[in-house]
C-alpha cells in the first residue's frame, strides 16, 4: 500500500462520533469520484453498531441517532432531512452522492450547503 | 431479499426499485420492531417501576395521553381504508405494517391510562378528547370514504405524523420514565410512516405538479386544527406558550419539500 493511501484513513479528531473508527484502507476501496478528476481520494471507515435498533440487524451500523447539540458529523455522516437519523457510510461522502434512509426510506442525494458543510436533497423521483 | 450482504456493502448501493422493495417489506418491518420493542410487552419494560406521581401531574397525563389515543385510533382508521385505496403492492404491504403499528400505539396508551388508574378507558378518551382533533378525524375518514388517496395520505401521513412524532419527542424529553418508553417505541414507528407519506405524494407531485395547488388549499384547511389541537397538547403538558418548543418545524420543512407552501 503506498504512502498516499495509507494517508487517506481519517484522524480520529476528524471522525465526529465516537462509532465511526478509521482503518487502513482495504485495496480498491478508495476511489476517486472519477479517475483523473483531481479529487484526493475518500478516505474510507469501519462502522460500529452504536445501538440503533429501527432498522433489520444487517443494516444498523449504517445509521445512528443524532444526539443533538453537542453532536457533530463525521465525513461520512449526512443527516436525514425528513427523519433526523444520522446516516452513515463505509466511504466518506461528496455532494453528488446516493443516500438512501432505511428507518424513514428516503432517497435522497449529498450536496453542499451554503455553510461548507454536506447536507441532503430528498429525491422523490 | 436478493442485495449483496457482503460486509463491504451499504444500502446505498441498492437498485432504487430494490430499496422501496426492502423497506416497504413485511419482513424489513418484523426484524426492524423486534429490534427496539423486544421486552417491552406494552410498550415499556414491565420491570420498570412507576415514579410517584401528584394528582395534578397525572390528570394532565391523563388527558394527553387520550388525545394521543385519539390521534392514533385517527391513523389506524384510516390507514385500514387506504390499504383499499393503495396504487400497488408495496404501499399495500407497507400500510398494513401501518395498520399493525397503529393499533399497537392505541393498545400501548389504553394501557398506559389502565396504569394511572383510569378504570374505562375508551370513556376517558372520549371525555377528554380535543374537539378540532376529533373534526380532524371525522376530516381524514371522509377523505378515505371518498377514496382520495392524495389528500388522505397528506392528511394521515404527512401532517398529523409530522406533528405526532414533534410532540411525542419533546414530551419524551419531559416524561416519567415508563411513558417515555412507550413513547420511544411510537416515535420509531412514527419515521417510517411520516417517511412513506412524504416519499409518496413527493414521487406523485413531481408526476403532476398541479396536485400541488389542491394539496397546499387543504392543507389550509387542515392546518388550524391540527396546529391547535397540538397547542392544547402543550398546555396539557404543563408549559407556558413562551417554553414551547417551535411546534410545527419539522412538518413546515415537509411542506416545503413537497412545494405546498400558499
Redesign the interface.
Known amino acids: 500500500m503506498s504512502k498516499a493511501t495509507d494517508e487517506q484513513a481519517a484522524p480520529a479528531e476528524e471522525q465526529g462520533n465516537r462509532s465511526a473508527v478509521a482503518y487502513e484502507s482495504v485495496p480498491g476501496t478508495v476511489q476517486p469520484d472519477e479517475p483523473g478528476d483531481g479529487q484526493a481520494p475518500r478516505r474510507t471507515y469501519e462502522l460500529e453498531d452504536t445501538g440503533f435498533r429501527e432498522v433489520p440487524k444487517r443494516w444498523r451500523k449504517f445509521y445512528r441517532v443524532w444526539q443533538g447539540p453537542g453532536d457533530s458529523l463525521a465525513p461520512n455522516e449526512i443527516i436525514c432531512p425528513v427523519c433526523k437519523v444520522v446516516i452513515r457510510s463505509h466511504r466518506e461522502f461528496r455532494p453528488g452522492d446516493r443516500a438512501y434512509c432505511m428507518p424513514c426510506m428516503s432517497r435522497m442525494i449529498v450536496v453542499r450547503m451554503p455553510d461548507g458543510t454536506l447536507g441532503a436533497e430528498v429525491i422523490y423521483q | 431479499m436478493t442485495a449483496d ?1 457482503s460486509p ?1 456493502f ?3 448501493q ?1 437498485d ?1 426499485e430494490e ?2 422493495r ?3 417489506s413485511f ?2 418491518w418484523f ?2 420492531v423486534e ?2 420493542l423486544e421486552g417491552r410487552p406494552y410498550g415499556a419494560d414491565p420491570e420498570l417501576a412507576d415514579e410517584p406521581m401528584d394528582g395534578d401531574d397525572r390528570d394532565r397525563l391523563i388527558t394527553t395521553l387520550c388525545n394521543y389515543c385519539v390521534g392514533e385510533v385517527t391513523a389506524l382508521e384510516a390507514s385500514s381504508g387506504l390499504v383499499r385505496l393503495a396504487p400497488n403492492h408495496h404501499s399495500r404491504i407497507f400500510l398494513a405494517t401501518q395498520v399493525a403499528d397503529e393499533a399497537r400505539h392505541v393498545e400501548v396508551f389504553l394501557r398506559r391510562l389502565d396504569d394511572l388508574g383510569v378504570l374505562d378507558g375508551e370513556a376517558e378518551v372520549r371525555a377528554r378528547a380535543n374537539p378540532r382533533l376529533e373534526e380532524f378525524r371525522q376530516r381524514v375518514l371522509e377523505m378515505v370514504d371518498r377514496g382520495d388517496w392524495e389528500a388522505a395520505v397528506f392528511a394521515q401521513n404527512v401532517l398529523l405524523e409530522s406533528m405526532e412524532d414533534t410532540v411525542f419527542r419533546f414530551h419524551a424529553s419531559i416524561a416519567d420514565p415508563v411513558t417515555r418508553q412507550v413513547l420511544e417505541g411510537v416515535i ?1 414507528d412514527e ?2 410512516h ?3 407519506g ?2 409518496d405524494l ?2 406523485r ?2 408526476r403532476d405538479p398541479a396536485g400541488r395547488e389542491r394539496l397546499a388549499a387543504i392543507r389550509a384547511e387542515l392546518d388550524p386544527l391540527v396546529l391547535g389541537s397540538f397547542d392544547g397538547v402543550y398546555r396539557d403538558l404543563g408549559l407556558s406558550r413562551a417554553d414551547q418548543p417551535s411546534l410545527g418545524r ?1 412538518y413546515l ?2 411542506v416545503e ?1 413537497l412545494g405546498l407552501t400558499t
Do not use: K
Request: hydrophobic share 45%; glycine share 8%.
Open positions: 450482504v463491504a451499504e444500502p446505498h441498492l432504487e430499496f422501496l426492502e423497506v416497504h419482513s424489513f426484524e426492524a429490534g427496539y420509531a419515521r417510517r411520516l417517511g412513506f412524504e416519499n413527493g414521487r407531485l413531481a419539522d420543512a415537509a419539500r
